[in-house]
């Protein structure tokens, strides 16, 4: 398929079979906003818990955090976000558009009405969303969304570290949403103004940053692959030193090869000591670390992987989607790894029969307790099984008018389209086999 093809029938997939929608979609949406739909909620929801699961579960250096999005204004000026922040803009005198001034075209036109030359001087405009906490709007009350969850982390770092008695290295895990006022939000949901974080701050004692930084970087690399993106379709990018961060002594990216070009997916950054120093700084707290052994107060270094929930579910989708040929036709596939896929089975009645019904729906509640499973006896089997195929359904289970009399299932694979008969009562041992393989 040609690659810009690829984005569209992602974006009609994802429409047309309850991933995602258009946000506030009866007003004519909103401004690059989308919502997860039945099924998107599902896909998402497992990208989160996979990444939880690597970064905290199977660890025993790291814990979780849930902070707020609001924060004190004084985290944004210690972090140096209200100071830079910022993207450089420009006007079109022309039409009134505005622009990102590092995103211009060579021509020197304006990307919307075509005048030449007529841009004002860039200005900088900070990205964060401000806000009024309490019912005066004045100085006193502002307050921003977050435009990272780091922060949180980064101010809660005294707090875990005494309650939990941990010894650098280790890391805080948060999975949270973020909001930045984007200048051009677009290509789906790769940029918009709103959206999920998952970031981890690895704090290692001075002088392991460089060692923790190479650790993360092929860490965060080899956990996409594990889900199921092709490795051709990874890299990891370093930065130039003019691209880095405030906070950065070095980042690498791993980038996804989207189908408009290499875009970022996650980015690793050495933020050295800079975060806790200057909260020490601002907040008159001590947060350096006491180490026992040699007797020193030291502050931490920080290592940070910080991926997106948003752009990693849009790059599992985009890595999974195909088109394939059934019986000469066209069939859409999501091959998902079986963990992130929003549905493991879908029950499906052979037809909508009064015989045969009852013992579907008793098989689907038998299934239930165990995995996450939708049930769908609306028009021909053919169709139900492209339905389970189009949002990548490991199994279809088809209840048969045999069923009545075996007490078995027809189980049905999603890529191999391989069927087994299956006992009813063998049903969840012999799925949660065959989703525990890959
Ligand atoms: N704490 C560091 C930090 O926030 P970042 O590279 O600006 O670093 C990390 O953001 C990740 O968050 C990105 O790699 C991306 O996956 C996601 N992200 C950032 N801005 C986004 C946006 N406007 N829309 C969707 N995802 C975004």
Same mark, same amino acid.
């Given at each position: ?25 009866? /007003? ?7 919502? /997860? ?18 970064? &905290? ?5 790291? &814990?979780?955090?849930? *902070?707020?999005?609001?924060? *004190? ?81 980064? &101010? ?33 949901? /790769? ?9 981890? !701050?690895?704090?290692? @004692? ?31 990018? @370093? ?12 980042? *690498? ?45 030291? &502050?931490?270094?920080?290592? !940070? ?119 009813? @009562? ?13």
């Amino acid at each position: 398929m040609a690659k810009a093809d690829a984005l569209n029938s992602v974006v009609n997939l994802a429409k047309r079979r309850g991933l995602v929608f258009p946000s506030s979609e009866i /007003y004519g949406g909103f401004r690059s906003t989308w919502d /997860y739909g039945p099924v998107g909620v599902l896909l998402k929801r497992n990208v989160k818990e996979a990444w939880w699961r690597t970064m &905290v579960q199977l660890r025993d250096d790291m &814990v979780g955090l849930d *902070a707020a999005i609001l924060m *004190a204004p004084k985290v944004w000026e210690a972090s140096g976000h209200i100071a830079t922040f910022t993207d450089p803009l420009v006007d079109c005198k022309s039409c009134n558009e505005r622009f990102r001034a590092d995103q211009l075209p060579a021509s020197g036109a304006c990307p919307n009405c075509g005048a030449k030359g007529s841009f004002t001087e860039a200005r900088q405009f900070n990205l964060m969303f401000k806000t009024f906490v309490g019912p005066v709007e004045d100085d006193a009350s502002v307050a921003y969304l977050r435009p990272e969850t780091a922060q949180g982390i980064f &101010v809660n770092f005294k707090n875990v570290q005494t309650t939990m008695r941990r010894k650098p290295p280790f890391g805080i895990a948060q999975i949270g949403k973020s909001f930045r006022n984007e200048i051009t939000p677009g290509n789906f949901t /790769y940029r918009t103004r709103e959206f999920e974080q998952m970031e981890m !701050e690895y704090f290692v @004692p001075p002088g392991e940053g460089e060692r923790w930084f190479e650790y993360w970087c092929n860490e965060r690399f080899r956990w996409y692959t594990e889900y199921g993106i092709p490795e051709s379709m990874l890299r990891l990018r @370093p930065h130039d030193p003019e691209e880095l961060s405030h906070y950065s002594a070095g980042t *690498a990216d791993v980038e996804f090869q989207y189908p408009w070009g290499w875009g970022e997916l996650e980015g690793i950054a050495n933020r050295t000591d800079y975060d806790l120093t200057q909260h020490a700084k601002f907040s008159g707290e001590d947060l350096t670390y006491y180490d026992q052994e040699s007797g020193t107060h030291y &502050v931490p270094h920080v290592i !940070e992987p910080a991926a997106g929930a948003d752009r990693a579910t849009l790059a599992f989708l985009l890595a999974a989607y195909d088109e394939d040929e059934v019986r000469g036709e066209k069939r859409t596939v999501l091959r998902l790894d079986k963990r992130l896929a929003p549905y493991k089975a879908a029950v499906l009645p052979l037809s909508r029969n009064e015989k045969l019904s009852p013992t579907a729906r008793d098989v689907a509640t038998m299934l239930r307790p165990h995995f996450q499973i939708d049930y769908d006896d609306a028009s021909s089997i053919g169709k139900r099984y492209r339905r389970q195929d189009e949002v990548g359904t490991p199994f279809c289970v088809t209840v048969d008018f045999d069923s009545l009399d075996d007490n078995a299932v027809t189980v049905r694979e999603r890529d191999t389209m391989e069927q087994d008969r299956v006992p009813i @009562p063998d049903l969840v041992a012999y799925l949660r086999e065959r989703l525990a393989s890959s």
